[in-house]
């Protein structure tokens, strides 16, 4: 459990701001990409031994049986008072990617017989085809980088002959990578008896989920975390080859010289660093009028000062790609862009590929909501800060819960980990409101970038409508031992705070291991520790913690030490 | 406030370090307008002409050495606002960081020309600024007739700049104005991005160069080539893996450019001066030299030697005067070659004379030694000698020489070559004078005191022939030094 929740920190989960104004301008496409459900057979094999050939629903339900007499043993034992009949689960979950596998994992701590549904393979996006799979290739990128960069080296004093990389080593990497995370998760839930039912599961009615094609099985609460998918806004052609989402750019069957990405969030700008650094030349197409638009502005700049400006990537801003063709019969890909304000076509790009990184969309179709009077909206499942699932007359859907990407509150594999975490907390009887503004995020480029909370102009437009005074206080990673020792000074650590209370709104970094720095501040928030507490706290010299260290005693905080009472979390 | 109107770009005081002011005047094309010129002098000697004199313009500042263009990140101030003088008024972004720019005068912001997010050459207008309310609707006209013809009329009033050399008025007489592109319709350059970067760096017009990529594209290559750089690729990765799936990757790196070093040894850096010469001598390479050599028997020069030692006279300082009396008479040996187009027929002869000093190598100049007597140059040179030891030599006293003079003749070395040193058209090499057996016209032996010299010349001015001429004339005041006593 500790090892899924701390590799989680997603890219592809998240959904860059500039893809929701894209997604409410377009409508999303009635049947998304389909590309999931060829994992089954897999899936099969991995779940038993017993080589049971052709795959059938009798092998199936022969599994669902067996647990059956077990559950129904419990099930009496337990002898649930508040439903009228017993139950083959106490918990059922649909979708064994990071969400659903931490809600398993806390429910079984708990003492819930669970179960978990998946029609694909155990792990979801994150482990197999998002965060876990573009560690590795950025793990890969980061070194390149590094043995490229001749000043930095010598710098150092240090002498490298030419680096060089095997494509399909890189990608072989990332495959293991993801096949050892899959089966870490996989070997955790048997462990500790989750049941792992195969097939595609459903909402039939209250309590009953359908598992495979007829496999009917009855839970006392259910949780959807069934996901997300890339998005493709339309007139884009998606071929695998040369336009790709990250579902195949993880695979990199090959480096373009030339591709362009369509989107400027964590997923476009992760794989423009991996690109670049594996030789690749790159150019964004953003919608909104500046690239990066969900980070921090000042951050935002700094990154592209370092990020962008530098590498051998440019940029269209303030366009949509309306139409993109894959390279066919010796021509290139071409992408049509059209001014995003006011529609007029802009400009034709011809490129070797088309990475779509525009976002992702919730994989919520074919979930049997209409069953339960349940309407998604733009695909995802409304819910409530409890993440109980909302019906279309605006009422709770009683015993049932959506999580992670489908309810898209946090397009994060953690958030959905803990959204989950929060659902069993309530189910085992304690209240519990996850405080989303305590959640960080990360962006794994070369230096990492990293956040927690609200950004500098969120946070002022909160303190005018709520009437307190907002402050902001930075510490530069030049003036940190650690940072200059590495010879990697360049780097911003942002505060964002109210000077009466000393309470922390949103902290900011880019730097040399931002994603790993960001948890001082994002612990603070979940706990509600104040600044003026934080500053006696103790840092290791010389370490990049004391960034942070230095960014609260940098902070003005008019309160005097531990007199503030610690506010009760907040939720959104 | 009068020196404002010479650069924009060199005027630019930095009051804080965060904050730069920029200078303002009338025009970026001043040096193109000499009407509005005598206008802008009239206002300031008080001839209030309520004419367009008052409108001022803002221009780009240069925020760092390497910044070609800047980008407004945001105008602090807006069309209207009044200003005063230290005020911040827009906030520029560079190649490097974000910075507040100041106006240097009181006045009202009458218009912005290059608004938020838009980018700007250096040293183009992005904003007027009028004295009084009258002038702001004068202003806004005009920005908006600037507004038409873009920001070009910048880089023109650069190239015109440096026109200030008194060089020959044909070559600087006008600026050509800017040739218009061709023309020739719809034929859509691609270019990678990296070519881009490459295009705005090296100043390569990207619709000019014909691409070799991939379906025409134009690549970084095709830039470099353009612009005249032999590329030194530090080995792109990328090649390598084109190959199929070969297993074994490592072999592939075979063209490893440098040896390695031997182990144990040491690596020392250069100093600056050290850095210098090796800039220098790289320079050397793109002059096509040649050599001329001329033996001169040296007994005269030696007894005028033994007689004026007593008074102070060097042998350098003999050498010298000779060398400068000869370029008196062949000033194209004592010419230069600057931009390969044009001789710079140089008015003082000034020897530069090649001294080892400290583990380097210097050059202090004897500045008019055609003109000054033999006792005054051998005064000088030692005062050059020693603040060369000291290391207080002033830049015109080792970068001004016109020709150099280099003499290994007291470690005994009979003859070398010299490189010749970048600005100058041509450097002398002295060997050691010695005794030789010599037969004359008549064939009668004598043993005569001989020294080889050797003259290395830039041959795009300096032809054989004349180089021949002036190591003739050389020889002959060698041979009857008296001349160089008077």
């Known amino acids: ?572 | 406030m009068a020196s404002a109107s010479s650069s924009l770009l060199s005027k630019v005081p930095t009051s804080s370090a965060n904050t730069i002011s920029f200078s303002a005047s009338l025009s970026p094309a001043l040096p193109l307008f000499p009407s509005q010129f005598h206008l802008r002098r009239h206002r300031k000697t008080g001839n209030a002409l309520r004419v367009q004199s008052k409108i001022r313009e803002i221009f780009m500042p240069a925020l760092s050495s390497t910044m070609t263009e800047g980008k407004i990140v945001s105008w602090i101030k807006s069309e209207g606002d009044l200003l005063s003088k230290g005020e911040s008024v827009v906030v520029v972004e560079s190649d490097k960081a974000d910075m507040d720019v100041e106006t240097f005068y009181d006045g009202i912001l009458a218009a912005i020309v290059v608004p938020e997010g838009e980018s700007a050459p250096v040293g183009a207008p992005i904003g007027l600024l009028a004295e009084t309310e009258e002038e702001i609707a004068e202003a806004k006209a005009k920005a908006a007739s600037a507004g038409g013809s873009s920001p070009a009329p910048a880089p023109a009033a650069a190239a015109a700049a440096p026109a200030v050399s008194p060089s020959p008025p044909a070559t600087a007489a006008s600026a050509p104005p800017p040739p218009p592109r061709p023309a020739d319709g719809p034929r859509k350059t691609v270019a990678t991005p990296s070519a881009k970067k490459l295009a705005k760096q090296h100043k390569v017009d990207i619709s000019k160069v014909v691409g070799t990529g991939p379906f025409g594209r134009v690549t970084p290559g095709d830039i470099e080539a353009a612009a005249g750089i032999v590329s030194t690729k530090p080995n792109v990765a990328a090649p390598a893996v084109a190959a199929q799936s070969a297993p074994v990757a490592a072999p592939k790196v075979a063209s490893a450019p440098s040896t390695p070093a031997l182990p144990g040894s040491t690596v020392v850096p250069f100093t600056t001066m050290q850095s210098a010469v090796s800039k220098n001598m790289l320079e050397s390479l793109s002059v096509p030299s040649f050599r001329v050599g001329y033996p001169i028997t040296t007994d005269a020069l030696d007894a005028l030697y033994e007689k004026v030692k007593p008074k102070g006279v060097t042998m350098t300082a003999l050498l010298a005067k000779a060398a400068a009396m000869a370029l008196a008479q062949h000033p194209v040996v004592n010419a230069s070659c600057k931009d390969g187009k044009s001789f710079t027929y140089n008015s003082n002869i000034n020897i530069a004379v090649a001294v080892a000093i400290n583990g380097g190598l210097i050059t202090p100049v004897l500045q008019d030694a055609d003109k000054l007597d033999l006792y005054l140059l051998s005064q000088k040179w030692r005062e050059l000698v020693e603040k060369a030891r000291a290391k207080q030599l002033q830049p015109n006293e080792y970068n001004s020489g016109t020709f150099t003079l280099s003499n290994l003749g007291m470690f005994g070395v009979d003859r070398f070559d010299a490189i010749l040193p970048p600005g100058q058209g041509a450097i002398m090499a002295v060997g050691a004078s010695k005794p030789t057996v010599i037969a004359d016209k008549d064939g009668f032996f004598s043993v005569k005191n001989k020294m080889l010299v050797n003259v290395t010349a830039d041959h795009r001015i300096v032809y054989g022939a004349d180089l021949a001429a002036f190591l003739q004339t050389f020889s002959k005041i060698i041979e009857n030094p008296e001349s160089l006593t008077m």
């Open chain 1, 1 to 572: 459990m500790q090892a899924s929740l701390s590799l989680s920190v997603s890219n592809p989960a998240a959904i860059p701001r500039s893809s929701h104004g894209f997604e409410s301008s377009i409508p999303f496409p009635s049947k998304p990409v389909n590309l999931r459900f060829c994992g089954l057979r897999r899936e099969a094999l991995g779940f038993s031994s017993a080589s049971s050939y052709p795959l059938s629903t009798s092998r199936s339900s022969r599994s669902i049986a067996r647990s059956n007499k077990v559950s129904a043993s419990l099930g009496g034992a337990n002898g649930s008072s508040s439903a009228p009949k017993s139950f083959d689960y106490d918990l059922i979950i649909i979708g064994a990617g990071v969400g659903g596998h931490g809600a398993a994992l806390h429910a079984v701590e708990k003492g819930l017989k669970t179960a978990i549904v998946e029609g694909d393979v155990v792990g979801g996006t994150c482990v197999n085809r998002g965060c876990v799979p573009s560690k590795a290739l950025l793990a890969v990128s980061g070194r390149m980088r590094e043995l490229q960069n001749e000043h930095h080296l010598k710098a150092l004093g240090l002498q490298v002959s030419a680096a060089g990389y095997d494509r399909q080593g890189v990608a072989d990497h990332a495959n293991n990578l993801a096949t050892k995370i899959r089966g870490n998760l996989t070997n955790s839930m048997k462990a500790l008896g989750v049941d792992i039912l195969t097939g595609f599961g459903a909402v039939l009615g209250p309590q009953k989920v359908k598992v495979g094609k007829d496999t009917v099985v009855t839970a006392k609460d259910i949780i959807i975390a069934t996901g997300s998918v890339p998005f493709v806004p339309k007139g884009i052609e998606v071929d695998g080859k040369t336009v790709i989402t990250s579902d195949h750019a993880l695979k990199l069957e090959f480096v373009p010289d030339w591709i362009a990405i369509v989107g400027s969030g964590y997923i476009g700008l992760e794989f423009s660093d991996v690109y670049t650094a594996l030789g690749s030349e790159v150019t964004f197409v953003e919608a909104l009028d500046q690239l990066m638009p969900g980070f921090d502005p000042e951050i935002g700049k700094l990154a592209q000062r370092v990020l962008i400006n530098p590498r051998k990537i440019d940029y269209h801003t303030g366009v949509f790609a309306t139409k993109i063709t894959p390279a066919n019969n010796g021509k290139p890909v071409t992408i049509e862009l059209i001014d995003a304000k006011t529609k007029e076509p802009k400009e034709t790009l011809e490129v070797d590929a088309a990475l779509i990184a525009t976002g992702r969309a919730p994989f919520t179709n074919g979930l049997g909501l209409e069953n339960i009077n349940v309407a998604t909206q733009r695909g995802f499942i409304p819910v409530d800060e409890r993440m109980r699932v909302i019906d279309s007359n605006g009422d709770l859907v009683p015993h049932l819960f959506c999580i992670g990407d489908a309810n898209g509150k946090m397009m994060l594999a953690h958030a959905a980990s803990a959204q989950g975490i929060s659902v069993v907390e309530q189910l085992t009887g304690r209240d519990h409101v996850l405080n989303h503004l305590s959640i960080p995020a990360a962006c794994f480029t070369h230096p990492e970038i990293s956040m927690v909370g609200l950004t500098e102009p969120q946070a002022r437009e909160k303190a005018e409508l709520e009437g307190f005074e907002v402050a902001v206080a930075k510490t530069s990673f030049k003036a940190n031992t650690k940072a200059l020792a590495e010879n990697e000074g360049e780097g911003l650590a942002k505060l964002i705070y109210r000077p009466d209370n000393g309470e922390i709104l949103g902290v900011h970094i880019f730097g040399l291991h931002a994603a790993d720095l960001i948890h001082e501040a994002s612990n603070a928030i979940a706990l509600g520790t104040r600044i003026q507490d934080l500053k006696l706290a103790v840092h290791a010299h010389p370490t990049l913690s004391e960034v942070l260290d230095e960014l609260f005693k940098s902070a003005k905080v008019n309160a005097h030490v531990g007199s503030s009472p610690v506010a009760e979390p907040v939720a959104v």
